[in-house]
C-alpha cells in the first residue's frame, strides 16, 4: 500500500504578491517587515502563504493597476 504523499503548503514571494495587489514590490516588503501584512521568513527571504495572501487581498490591496511615475 502507497504511504500518502506530503503537502507541502504553497508560499508566493514579494513579487508574486505584487503581481496579485498591482502594488510595487517594495511596497508589499515594506509593509510585511513592519507588520501591516503577514509574511514568514524562510532563512532571508519573505514568503506569503495562501492564507496570508487571502487576508491581504480581503484587507483591499488590490487595486486596478500599478501607479506610474
Do not use: C, N, Q
Request: no cysteine.
Amino acid at each position: 500500500m502507497p504511504k500518502p504523499a506530503i503537502t507541502v503548503p504553497r508560499t508566493y514571494s514579494v513579487r508574486d504578491v505584487a503581481d496579485m495587489t498591482g502594488k510595487h514590490a517594495i511596497t508589499i516588503y515594506k509593509a510585511a517587515e513592519r507588520g501591516a501584512i503577514p509574511s514568514r521568513m524562510y532563512g532571508r527571504s519573505r514568503r506569503f502563504t495562501e492564507g496570508d495572501v487571502d487576508e491581504i487581498l480581503s484587507k483591499g490591496w488590490k487595486t486596478s493597476a500599478k501607479a506610474t511615475t
